[in-house]
């Protein structure tokens, strides 16, 4: 791996509730370089305001506070808001995980496109054009042209998902993060979209933080595993290695999963008193 | 508004079942009819479902007008007519007849353009209504564009900084909007820019010498003055607009700055918004691109109830500024019992209200893709 493309250490993610502040991120640390790494967590794990946070896309009353914040030597922490905006699409970019949400439903698939490209370069028309047509075409959709002139609810879901692609790589970002992005897709486009995301993040030698909920998905597509739980990182591993795992957290979750060979009659069900007393 | 939104909502849905009814046959395989064809009989969908709301409405006036325990024949011609003239007039207004007879007879009547004659101004029924309409048109149109171009502006505003003092007073604003009476604001504005610092004119469409200078064309004394050439009277005019119209636009304001503020609010947690972000998308444009522009859909319904209720008249605000307006002529008209001219304001106001349902129909396609 070359220099690190993004050092955290001890991220904490805060919110004030009425209850006092909750910490949902809590003391996050790892370094990334252009590699993938697969952040894998249950809901309200914190894996998502993990990705959120490094774009710095908290919304206010939420804070964010690390020790370490920096990506390919910029200190995130000490942005501005109006250089952060030149960091996000431009060098960090994110695949939201819904496109029948995360599209905007009145603008052409064209449009929402090029907006990602002209917010960072100056471009003629035509070369903007050319450039989103190429990128559709490189997320495999056959008919870029009739495609980048509908509007999201007139195509299907693993279309809407090729085109959030489409959107966050087009102005070439270093970092892409890729929140859940198959989680709202049928099982017959998931490998689709995942192997697109995976061609486009080799040949353009990015780094990318795949975060999901499933183990297996995360453990074939990535070379390294974060496995958060409670705002914390419990378990670090080499994908190969996931089987060796030691936290019990962990070890419950593989032990959860189903296989195709296997004759018991019912899964194990975590138990969490083996962590949480800790 | 949520009852409000749900007429004008079944309206919309009503004109596409008999839109789509009419276009089936244009849309069946192996009927391949041009795009102007399909576009005739979209259009002819569209009059029919005009058409046949405003027979709903004619039927809803008169059969109104008849079950109010009024007796419009009395009205006419007093309670001590002796029975022979009451019967002559009767006969006369052919009330004699069953109800479903006296109904087709209004409504050739309507049809024809006779609309009746006023018992109270004596005149025309249509021609008292060219007189009044346009007042409140002339107010209701000045009214809803201040609403429209303060209102907006501060709804967005006020949810992009949520919770900013700013929002505070723009949410105070439009708690004033529904709390303070229509009168109380009229009189008290009256007293204060008309009386105490005479920044604009008093009660009444024109200064008293202006008065029958200038023919109505439109009716619209605005228009009419520059059609004339007599910029005084035009100036004088707006003088005379502005503190009524201001009433009106501070009112349709604080509810448009209202609905904008919480359509505005519910777009900015979108995920779509979020992904505008991402891409690095200036808060501006995040603002008016991503957020704003999903919203003009439902903000268009709000702004065409917001000015049909404003075109309906005012009669709190006519009263006070001495307006001719429809909303005054109806009042009186109700308290006199006059009959022919309730039911032609009713049929007016109801046209009105139709005519923006209509228009908000047409925009709906044009602004939303997913209505097309």
């Known amino acids: 791996m070359s220099a690190p493309l993004l050092e955290i250490e ?4 805060s919110f004030p509730t009425q209850k006092g502040i909750i910490d949902v991120v809590r003391g996050v640390s790892f370094t990334l370089g252009r590699e993938r790494l697969g952040i894998v967590g249950e809901s309200g ?47 960090i970019s994110m695949v939201m995980q819904d496109p029948k949400f995360s599209l905007n439903p009145v603008m052409t698939v064209g449009e929402q496109i090029a907006e990602a ?7 003629s028309r035509r070369e903007t054009q050319k450039r989103v ?25 693993g279309m809407g998902q090729r085109v959030m692609i489409a959107m966050m790589l087009i102005p070439e970002p270093d970092l892409l993060i890729a929140d859940e992005p198959t989680s709202a897709l049928d099982v017959s486009v998931q490998a689709q979209v995942l192997d697109i995301i995976d061609e486009q993040v080799r040949r353009k030698g990015m780094g990318l933080i795949f975060i999901s909920h499933d183990l297996n998905l995360v453990s074939s597509y990535c070379d390294r595993i974060l496995v958060m739980n409670t705002g914390e990182i419990v378990e670090e591993c080499q994908a190969g290695e996931l089987r060796n795992a030691v936290h019990p957290y962990t070890r419950g979750l593989i032990a959860a999963i189903p296989r195709l060979d296997e004759t018991r009659d019912e899964l194990p069900v975590l138990d969490r008193s083996a962590w949480v007393a800790k | 508004m949520a009852q409000n939104g749900g007429r004008l909502r079944l309206l919309a849905f009503e004109s596409e079942t008999v839109a789509d009814i009419a276009a089936k046959p244009a849309r069946r395989p192996g009927f391949h009819r041009s795009r102007g ?87 025309l029924v249509l021609d008292d209504l060219k007189r009044v309409f346009p007042a409140t048109l002339e107010m209701a149109t000045l009214g809803i564009i201040i ?47 008309y009386a105490r610092l005479k920044w604009v004119a008093g009660p009444g469409r024109l200064d008293i010498f202006y008065d029958g200078l200038i023919d109505p064309v439109t009716g619209i004394v605005l228009i009419d003055s520059l059609l004339a050439g007599e910029t005084d009277i035009f100036f004088n005019a707006l003088w005379h607009l502005a503190l009524p119209a201001s009433v009106l636009g ?65 009669v709190m605000i006519e009263t006070i500024f001495s307006w001719p307006g429809i909303g005054n002529y109806l009042t009186v008209a109700l308290l006199n019992a006059d009959m022919s001219a309730v039911l032609g304001a009713t049929l007016v106001i109801g046209a009105v209200f139709i005519g923006i349902n209509k228009i908000s129909d047409v925009l709906y396609r044009v602004l939303d893709p997913r209505a097309r």
């Open chain 2, 37 to 123: 064809a399909r576009l005739l009989v979209g259009l002819a969908g569209f009059i029919v479902s005009v058409l046949i709301t405003f027979l709903g409405l004619l039927a809803i006036t008169f059969f109104i007008g008849r079950l109010v325990p009024i007796d419009p024949v009395l009205a006419v011609v007093g309670d001590r007519a002796p029975r022979a003239v009451y019967e002559a007039a009767r006969l006369q207004m052919g009330l004699d007849q069953p109800v479903p007879i006296q109904f087709i007879r209004y409504v050739a009547s309507v049809l024809s353009g006779d609309l009746g004659t006023s018992v109270s101004t004596g005149k």
């Open chain 1, 10 to 13: 001890n991220l904490r993610v």
């Open chain 1, 133 to 157: 047509l190429t990128m559709l075409e490189a997320v495999r959709i056959d008919d870029p042209e009739r495609v980048a002139g509908l509007y999201p609810h007139e195509i299907s879901g």
């Open chain 1, 45 to 91: 794990s914190g894996k998502s305001m993990t990705g959120r946070a490094i774009l710095k896309l908290i919304r206010a009353p939420g804070t964010i506070r690390a020790d370490t914040f920096r990506f390919d030597g910029i200190d995130l922490l000490k942005q501005t808001e109006k250089a952060m905006r030149r960091i996000r699409g431009a060098r």
């Open chain 2, 147 to 193: 609403g429209v171009l303060l209102g907006v502006p501060m709804g967005v505003y006020a949810a992009s900084r949520r919770g900013s003092l700013v929002d505070q007073i723009i949410r105070v604003i439009g708690l004033l909007g529904y709390a303070v009476p229509a009168f109380w604001l009229g009189l008290v504005g009256l007293a204060v820019f």
């Open chain 1, 117 to 123: 490209l002209q917010t960072h370069q100056r471009l």
């Open chain 2, 250 to 314: 501070f009112f349709s304001l604080a509810y448009i700055a209202r609905m904008t503020r919480s359509f505005m609010l519910d777009q900015l947690s979108q995920e779509y918004v979020t992904t505008a972000r991402v891409k690095g998308v200036s808060e501006r444009l995040v603002i008016w691109r991503h957020a704003f522009r999903p919203i003009l859909v439902p903000l268009i319904t709000v702004i065409g109830l917001s000015y049909a209720g404003l075109l309906e008249g005012s």
